[in-house]
């Protein structure tokens, strides 16, 4: 059983920063890559980083210049620093790890950012 936990969200202004957790317990051996992604109103999933076991790291073209995705492989804890939050910004933000062939996902955990 793989439990993915996120934490980290609220409301914040625009201009502010926020730093997101997202906590992996359970049968982990196997896991590679985990993810961020995130779902505004209306609008479909999208990724917007990821990382692997190794460090390297991808990002959507949008929030490159502003979303930083860090883990602790040691804490199975993977993080995504989001600065210059915009309201656009405002979505529930998921995360999910790659075992093997199989995602496991958290429920997320919500970002909504005042103009």
């Known amino acids: 059983q793989v439990q993915l936990v996120e934490s980290g969200g609220g409301l914040v202004q625009a201009g502010e920063s926020l730093t997101l957790s997202c906590a992996a317990s359970?049968?982990?051996?196997?896991?590679?890559?985990m993810g961020w992604y995130r779902q505004g109103p209306g609008k479909q999933r999208e990724l917007v980083a990821a990382?692997?076991?190794?460090?390297?790291?991808n990002y959507a073209d949008s929030v490159k210049d502003r979303f930083t995705i860090s883990r602790d492989n040691a804490k199975n804890t993977v993080y995504l620093q989001i600065n210059s939050l915009n309201p656009e910004d405002t979505s529930l933000y998921s995360c999910?790890?790659?075992?093997?062939?199989?995602?496991?996902w958290g429920k997320g955990t919500l970002v909504t950012v005042s103009s």
């Open positions: 990382i692997r076991l190794d460090g390297n790291t």
């Open positions: 999910n790890v790659r075992i093997w062939n199989t995602y496991y």
């Open positions: 359970g049968s982990l051996f196997g896991s590679n890559t």
